[in-house]
């Protein structure tokens, strides 16, 4: 039985490998864990009691070396390999076996991270000269933004990036904005901020046109438009990052460079 219950734990355990590797199956997974966990359980509890003393035993205090005989009568019967020596051993390998498979298995959640993102959570695909285009991939010309208008832009040639909406706004006049928003690279009174909230990443939908307020509707965090999109209400602590934009030499607004900060929620390892 002790054998049996070992040998079943290695199996669930290698059969929820395979499982997880071909694409994996909450159900399934549950139950091979479930039996690798009681095979390791079962067969420990079976194996104490076959094994181990059972009641009280008391050993009165005695010389701790063993004799001569002893020690010849010991060698003799491990060298002689007898059955219930050969058995342990046979188990306690068995034992091994199940936690190795079971432990095989523990490392596969690692997997599931997915590939490592490196520099990516750093970049998106504006970059300079890349065209600011409509949701339907048309290139916008300044005078496309009316006074209090905001529009959803993406790269040219990246609508619909995860990390790239972007919010383009036009104000009355470019003296509202402070000396930061316009060193982040203005055209006019047009400005660019990246569309995902600071805070867990909602997109930033609502422009309160006479206070130049830009408003997240996940948690009601708030941004100032005219000072770098600093956040003045609400659980976001960062501002939204300014994207820089200038005229391309055919009229349209184009990128001046990438975003100078990561967009949206902060990461493990964002400065
Ligand atoms: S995601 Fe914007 S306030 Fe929470």
Redesign the pocket.
């Known amino acids: 039985m002790i054998a049996a219950s070992f040998a079943l734990s290695i199996a669930a355990g290698l059969a929820l490998g395979v499982v997880y590797w071909t694409g994996g199956q909450p159900q399934l997974e549950g139950l091979f864990l479930a039996i690798a966990l009681g095979g390791i359980g079962t067969g420990m509890v079976a194996f104490a009691k076959a094994y181990l003393p059972e009641g009280i035993v008391a050993e009165p205090r005695g010389r701790v070396a063993s004799t001569d005989e002893e020690v010849a009568a010991f060698t003799a019967d491990f060298e002689q390999g007898r059955a219930p020596v050969r058995r342990r051993a046979v188990l306690v390998r068995l034992l091994l076996g199940a936690f190795a498979a079971l432990g095989a298995a523990l490392f596969f959640p690692i997997r599931s991270l997915g590939p490592r993102p490196g520099r990516g959570l750093f970049r998106t695909a504006f970059a300079g000269g890349v065209r600011l285009v409509t949701d339907d991939g048309h290139p916008i010309r300044p005078a496309d933004v009316p006074v209090g208008g905001v529009l959803t832009v993406w790269p040219e040639g990246a609508v619909g990036a995860a990390d790239a909406p972007t919010l383009l706004i036009r104000v009355e006049e470019p003296a509202l904005f402070d000396s930061e928003v316009l060193a982040g690279g203005t055209v006019g009174g047009l400005v660019a901020y990246s569309k995902l909230?600071t805070?867990?990443?909602?997109p930033?939908g609502l422009y309160q046109e006479t206070e130049h307020l830009l408003l997240?509707p996940?948690?009601?965090?708030t941004f100032d438009v005219l000072r770098a999109a600093q956040p003045v209400f609400?659980?976001?602590t960062r501002r939204l990052p300014q994207l820089p934009i200038a005229v391309g030499p055919d009229g349209f607004l184009v990128a001046a460079g990438d975003y100078r900060e990561p967009v949206g929620p902060g990461f493990w390892d964002r400065p």
């Open positions: 909230c805070h867990v990443g909602c930033v997240c996940c948690h009601q965090s609400g659980p976001a």
